[in-house]
């Protein structure tokens, strides 16, 4: 496994931004639902970004696809060599 394990002592990385939205969200509870119902009756009117919001929120973002198919033209050699055992 690569990084940091999750809840290290050392963690350093600062989200101020995140912070602060939750610092808010936490002292107006009722300014949070308001927020959600503004993005829902944005939804209902069609605008995609407050749709998309609310799916990446209740169903989670979709997993990106890759490309793993490579076409190879031409020639491939391959070499196998014996060990020199003496």
């Known amino acids: 496994m690569a990084g940091r394990p999750k809840g290290s002592p050392n963690k350093q990385d600062s989200k101020p931004?995140?912070?602060?939205?939750?610092?808010?969200?936490?002292?107006?509870?009722?300014?949070?639902?308001?927020?959600?119902?503004?993005?829902?009756?944005?939804?209902?009117?069609?605008?995609?970004a407050a749709i998309r919001e609310i799916g990446d929120r209740l169903d989670g973002k979709a997993v990106q696809q890759t490309d793993n198919e490579h076409k190879v033209t031409g020639d491939i050699t391959i070499i196998l060599e014996r060990p020199n055992i003496d």
């Open 17 to 48: 931004w995140r912070d602060a939205l939750r610092v808010e969200a936490n002292s107006n509870p009722k300014r949070l639902r308001d927020l959600a119902a503004k993005t829902f009756d944005m939804a209902a009117e069609g605008d995609m």
